[in-house]
């Protein structure tokens, strides 16, 4: 594997330079297919983006020996149990503490708790937009005075920039809460 990256490396970054500390150090690599397409990308990173490394509820066991905890077997599909000294628990958990400078997306636009009420106002909103317009939308000349036109639909704005146009692409269906 290192022998098939480096070459990559070499073919496409040819100015760039790796130490050789990095070539002859060991690599641990295990790689695993999660699934196809856009849902299986989404499951996987939600894993990761909405939730902390071990809930309480996993938590069996803790006392000056170590902590017990039970994790899913993926091949069998049963919970099992673990024991881990405080500090490998600890070294563990802490891997999933972001460095400094890095969020978790939650903390971000609408997932920001100052913007709770955009977000579920933008829930209440789900429906289909109307086809698009086009640039200028000149109402047509009524044929006498007294019928009245209605104004034309503006397009939808963005509420950050106030510039661009927001175009819907497609809602991604919720899914159902996981099994416990």
Same mark, same amino acid.
């Given at each position: 594997?290192? /022998?098939?990256?480096? #070459?990559? $490396?070499?073919? %496409? &970054?040819?100015?760039?330079?790796?130490?050789?500390?990095?070539?002859?150090?060991?690599?641990?690599?295990?790689?695993?297919?999660?699934? =196809?397409?856009? =849902?299986?990308?989404?499951?996987? $990173?939600?894993?990761?983006?909405?939730?902390?490394?071990?809930?309480?509820?996993?938590?069996?066991?803790?006392?000056?020996? /170590?902590?017990?905890?039970?994790?899913?077997? %993926?091949? @069998?599909? =049963?919970?099992?149990? &673990? %024991? $881990? @000294? @405080?500090?490998?628990?600890?070294? %563990?958990?802490?891997?999933?503490?972001?460095?400094?400078?890095?969020?978790?997306?939650?903390?971000? /636009?609408?997932?920001? *708790?100052?913007?709770?009420?955009?977000?579920?106002?933008?829930?209440?909103?789900?429906?289909? +937009? #109307?086809?698009?317009?086009?640039?200028?939308?000149?109402? +047509?000349?009524?044929?006498?005075?007294?019928?009245?036109?209605? *104004?034309?639909?503006?397009?939808?704005? &963005? *509420?950050? &920039?106030?510039?661009?146009?927001?175009?819907?692409?497609?809602? $991604?269906?919720?899914?159902?809460?996981? /099994?416990?």
């Amino acid at each position: 594997m290192r /022998g098939k990256v480096r #070459a990559l $490396l070499r073919q %496409r &970054c040819p100015d760039l330079v790796v130490p050789d500390v990095i070539w002859h150090t060991d690599w641990i690599a295990h790689l695993t297919a999660w699934g =196809q397409g856009e =849902q299986a990308v989404l499951d996987y $990173l939600a894993r990761y983006v909405f939730r902390v490394a071990i809930t309480n509820a996993r938590i069996t066991g803790l006392d000056d020996g /170590g902590v017990t905890f039970t994790w899913r077997d %993926r091949k @069998s599909g =049963q919970r099992r149990a &673990c %024991r $881990l @000294s @405080s500090e490998e628990f600890m070294r %563990r958990f802490l891997q999933h503490v972001l460095p400094r400078g890095l969020h978790k997306i939650r903390y971000f /636009g609408l997932w920001h *708790p100052t913007h709770r009420e955009d977000a579920a106002r933008m829930l209440q909103l789900q429906a289909p +937009p #109307a086809a698009p317009l086009p640039e200028t939308v000149m109402p +047509p000349e009524p044929a006498d005075a007294e019928v009245t036109t209605t *104004p034309p639909i503006e397009p939808r704005i &963005c *509420p950050h &920039c106030h510039q661009g146009r927001l175009i819907f692409i497609r809602t $991604l269906p919720r899914r159902q809460a996981m /099994g416990a």
